[in-house]
């Protein structure tokens, strides 16, 4: 699943969440005033914080330090640039996790959805190109009718140093410290996608990524340039791109190898 396929996936969650209503305007600079003493207990290491809006799927505002975290200017931050960075095994987590979340603030009764943050971590590639895990957090502060979530409060801190285990874990706290539910076992709605190439054609795809035409690739691996060139026309086929530039921005992007 690409980041467009997730988006739209995404959205039909988000839709879902707010029951169909759109969120009315409010001072955002004052649900930031009003929310800044969560900020001191929902990071443990660098972050930035922003303003999501349920309704139309898109962030409304970010905070400078997204810059710190991601090495993304703040406005080019977004979901999609989230979902088109997220490492492609846990693409699928962050969309089980999200159905899950919805699911989870459906059950609530309306005074009880503002009691409640959202926590779970997922691996996402900054600017330069390095993974880091992100703990993402976050709180509802627009609801509408019936408790429906029109927009949230989120955070993303940087946890790479204090966690090292590749297992997601999503959890929903209580801030009033009356019910929380941690390590929730997520709808699992979404499986991985398998991989689509051979050790071979992986092998073909590596060497193409280190800059070798096909008659040194052939070299490296001991037989024919025709071989390869078929590999090549078989990998374009299979992932859906018509170039091997564009196979090689791909295979960069969603790290294939």
Known sequence: MNETDAYAEARKFWKKATRYQDA????????????????NIFHVGPYFYF????????????????????????????????????????????LNFENTAVEF???????KVLRYKVSYDYRIRRTDG???????????IQTGENGSVLRTLGIHTDISEFKTDSKPILSFIDLDNKESFINVKPQTTFTPSKATL???????????????????????????KE??????????????????????GKAIREGWL
Do not use: W
Not at 130 to 140: G, M, N, T
């Open 105 to 111: 603030f459906s059950q609530l009764s309306p005074e």
């Open 24 to 39: 009315t305007d409010i001072n955002l600079e004052f649900e930031l005033t009003l929310h800044k003493k969560l900020l």
């Open 227 to 248: 071989t390869v060139d078929r590999h090549r026309k078989n990998m374009l086929a299979k992932t859906g791109v018509k170039s091997s530039a564009e196979l090689v």
């Open 51 to 94: 303003i999501f809006n349920l309704t139309n799927g898109e962030i409304e505002y970010v905070s400078d330090s997204v810059t710190q975290v991601l090495g993304c200017n703040p406005e080019d931050f977004g979901v999609k640039h989230t979902l088109a960075h997220i490492h492609p095994e846990d693409l699928t987590v962050f």
């Open 130 to 140: 390095e993974y880091i895990r992100i703990l993402h957090q976050l709180v509802a």
């Open 198 to 224: 051979t050790p071979r054609e992986k092998e073909i795809l590596k060497a193409l990524i280190d800059g070798y035409p096909s008659k040194q690739i052939a070299g490296l691996f001991n037989i024919t």
